[in-house]
Every structure is written in C-alpha cells, then in structure tokens.
T-cell receptor
Framework: GEDVEQSLFLSVREGDSSVINCTYT??????LYWYKQEPGAGLQLLTY?????DMKQDQRLTVLLNKKDKHLSLRIADTQTGDSAIYFC??????????????FGKGTHLIIQP | DVKVTQSSRYLVKRTGEKVFLECVQD?????MFWYRQDPGLGLRLIYF???????EKGDIPEGYSVSREKKERFSLILESASTNQTSMYLC????????????FGEGSRLTVL
C-alpha cells in the first residue's frame, strides 16, 4: 500500500538552510506536495512537483525529487522564525477528474533556534 | 482564492452525543474530504465525496458518517461521540481542473468528555 515517511522533528538555527526529507513507496505517484501547517491552523500548500521533474525552485524553497530512490526533499534557504511549523509531504496518483485524495506523511516539526 | 470554511473551530461534547461538523467551499470543487489529525499519526482520511450525494470510505470510516446534499457543503457526523474521537478534524476540497492539490479549512478541534 501507499506509505509516506518523514522525520518527526528538525531543529535548525535561524539563518541556516533547512532540509526536510521524505520517502514514499508508490512509484506511480504523479504529483508530490509539500504542505505547511502553522499552530492552530489548517494546511496550506507550499509547493508541488510533477513526477517527471527533478527540481523546482520558488524563491527560498527548493524541491528535489529522486524518482529512482522515491525520495523528496524540501530545502528552505535562510530559515526564519516564521518558518516554524509542521511540514507535510504528500503524494497523489491524481490523473484528472478523480477524488483519490492525497496520502500524507506524519509531518516534520521544524524548530528554529535563535 | 479558494476558501474552505469549517463552521466550528472548537467544540466540546459529551460521550454519546451526536455531533455535526460542517464544511463549505466556495470554488465549485467537485471533491471534498474529511481528515482527522492526531499527534504522531498525521492525517488520516475518514470519508470523501466526488459528487453530490456520493460518498466513499477512507481509511478510518468507523464511527463516522457523511452527508453531501449540495456541492459546496460536506458534513461529517458522529452518531454517538466517544472519547477516542477527540481530535482535530480537517476538511478539504479539490477540483478536477487543477493538479490535484487539496485546499484545507482551518480545522475543528473536537473534545469529547
């Protein structure tokens, strides 16, 4: 079955880069996503990558996808206190029109040290 | 912007009570979902719906039911609440014309005493 794994915690110093890693098992995933959840709030989509891409960059965010190893990472450059949140990796086999939903990892708590 | 609104942010109910959690989306999305979120367990899919009056079980449907009478509204029902249903409940929606991403509401934190 589908499974998405990620570390539960990551601690970084303010100003450093944060790298959050994720592995997934389903090789037929079409899209992979990173969501951010701030305390007491719902999840917000940060970025996504299509499975035929290796990398996607969006300002301070860089997503790397190694499809062979089924490994996804999110790099946040110049980490700020506002980046403190839970980050969820998710996968989808969505191919248009269906309602399969996403399979989520358990989330990585990003802790920023001053 | 897509807006998914959950009617109650915080609820406290007693064991055995019937509980309704309401969710409304304003983007004419076909698909709607209910997840629960628990520490250390992440998000688990309870039910989803891909059309009015249609519903599908997710991974943990036991103890829950849903209703989708209108396209914009998806309700989660706990027929007889139990303490192990104390959780954060997240509603989400998605359309067929985008890349499959889900848009989430702010969540409803339910405590069952």
């Amino acid at each position: 079955g589908e499974d998405v794994e990620q570390s539960l915690f990551l601690s970084v110093r303010e100003g450093d880069s944060s790298v959050i890693n994720c592995t997934y098992t389903d090789s037929s995933s079409t899209y992979l996503y990173w969501y951010k959840q701030e305390p007491g709030a719902g999840l917000q989509l940060l970025t996504y990558i299509f499975s035929n891409m290796d990398m996607k960059q969006d300002q301070r965010l860089t997503v790397l996808l190694n499809k062979k190893d089924k490994h996804l990472s999110l790099r946040i450059a110049d980490t700020q206190t506002g980046d403190s949140a839970i980050y969820f990796c998710a996968e989808s086999m969505w191919s248009g029109g269906g309602a399969d939903g996403l399979t989520f990892g358990k989330g990585t708590h990003l802790i920023i040290q001053p | 912007d897509v807006k998914v609104t959950q009617s109650s942010r915080y609820l406290v109910k007693r064991t055995g009570e019937k509980v309704f959690l309401e969710c409304v989306q304003d983007m004419d999305h076909e698909n709607m979902f209910w997840y629960r979120q628990d520490p250390g367990l992440g998000l688990r899919l309870i039910y989803f719906s891909y059309d009015v009056k249609m519903k599908e079980k997710g991974d943990i449907p036991e103890g829950y039911s849903v209703s989708r009478e209108k396209k914009e509204r998806f309700s989660l029902i706990l027929e007889s609440a139990s303490t192990n249903q104390t959780s954060m409940y997240l509603c989400a929606s998605s359309g067929s014309a985008n890349t499959g991403e889900l848009f989430f509401g702010e969540g409803s934190r339910l405590t069952v005493l």
